[in-house]
């Protein structure tokens, strides 16, 4: 695997290539209120449920070559007949999955997703349709993920039946197996097991744990929100996401290197809300004990129309992973929570996934 930043400015936007790119080779030319928006610096899901009825991932799609498994298959299944390369037509299969509606963002021959569909198909003659064989590979960001071969073996009066078949075979499988889930996304990459290994308090102060929700992208990690009982606006998430860097790095500048990530973020947001931002409480080291030590930020955000709103982050090192808290409060109310919520965190050791990376890294560096 050979990693690297699609953003200059933000480390966390990685792609990765494994050697599943080198066996899918992709035909020429055809590859073608504010405190609440402050807390979306860590990006909360919360209140965007996926609608369970459909995909909602962007997907790629592409033609591809077959697999030796492929034509293999393919040339067994008969002794007289050859086997030809897109014997139906690559428009033909992406159009019978466009036809399902299963997937809300399905975008043929056009690159940009992290999600791409290589399909691959072989069969017989046009004498006999009865014999059709497709692959399906579903990368993410270059890594497989799945691959699947179907078949059919009925007669069909035209291809577009036969597409329609094969297609329907490959989304009762994507849904039987919750393969554009989170939870696959995660196990498929061996990255961390934030829902077995990560531990989180259900109550800090008179806060309650309302749910913990994973990241899309496995490089952002977990979130768990903590909700007020008699007031809805204070909120305080925790995310939790692996440290997207040497960890002989000096911990210091990793922490003080995501609160101004943050302030970034923070002061484009309120620019767009034609607001004045402010530091009520500069970045700096923050203690809450001698073995656990982190970074805090505070902001305040004003206009000539509306009180002072305040935001407050933290953010420690355990283990390989970053864990920020975000609140909507000032400091001096958000310092008791964030010392009695942050002892009670433990997090998932460092995954395969990132621990490839990281030695991929390494060798690029010496």
């Not at 690297?4 to 966390?12: A, G, I, K, L, V």
């Not at 990006?43 to 799609?61: D, E, M, P, R």
């Not at 040497?246 to 970034?264: A, F, G, T």
Request: proline share 5%; charged share 20%; with cysteine.
């Amino acid at each position: 695997m050979a990693p690297y930043t699609t953003d200059s400015s933000s480390s966390r936007d990685y792609h990765v290539m494994s050697a599943a790119e080198n066996r899918q080779k992709v035909k020429p030319l055809t590859k073608q209120a504010f405190n609440a928006v402050l807390l979306l610096l860590v990006g909360t899901l919360f209140g965007h449920q996926a609608n369970s009825q459909q995909i909602n991932n962007s997907v790629s799609v592409f033609s591809t070559y077959p697999s030796e498994a492929l034509e293999s298959l393919c040339s067994q299944s008969t002794l007289t007949a050859s086997c030809s390369e897109d014997a139906i037509a690559p428009t033909t299969l992406i159009n019978a999955i466009q036809t399902t509606r299963v997937f809300s963002a399905l975008t043929p021959f056009a690159e940009g997703s992290d999600y791409e569909l290589l399909i691959a198909n072989v069969g017989h003659s046009e004498i006999d349709l009865s014999s059709q064989f497709v692959e399906f590979t579903l990368q993410w960001r270059g890594i497989e993920i799945d691959s699947a071969m179907f078949n059919t073996a009925q007669r069909a009066s035209s291809k577009d039946q036969l597409a329609s078949e094969l297609v329907m075979q490959w989304v009762e499988h994507i849904k039987v197996r919750d393969i554009f889930s989170t939870r696959y996304l995660y196990s498929a990459l061996d990255a961390s097991n934030y829902e077995s290994s990560l531990t989180v308090p259900e109550r800090v102060g008179d806060f309650t744990k309302l749910d913990t929700q994973l990241y899309a992208d496995p490089f952002s990690g977990a979130i768990t929100r903590y909700t007020h009982p008699s007031y809805e606006d204070a909120l305080v998430d925790v995310t939790v996401y692996p440290i997207l860097d040497s960890l002989d790095k000096e911990v210091n500048l990793l922490l003080n290197n995501q609160l101004d990530q943050d302030y970034e973020k923070a002061n484009s947001v309120a620019s767009a809300q034609q607001l004045t931002l402010s530091l009520s409480d500069p970045a700096s080291p923050y203690s809450v004990n001698p073995t656990i030590q982190g970074w805090r930020l505070g902001l305040k955000a004003e206009s000539e129309t509306a009180d002072p709103i305040y935001a407050s982050t933290y953010v420690f090192r355990k283990e390989d992973k970053f864990v920020k808290v975000a609140t909507t409060f000032p400091t001096h109310f958000s310092d008791p929570l964030v010392n009695e919520l942050i002892t009670h965190v433990q997090v998932p050791k460092e995954s395969p996934l990132m621990k490839n990376i990281r030695e991929m890294l390494s060798k690029q560096i010496n």
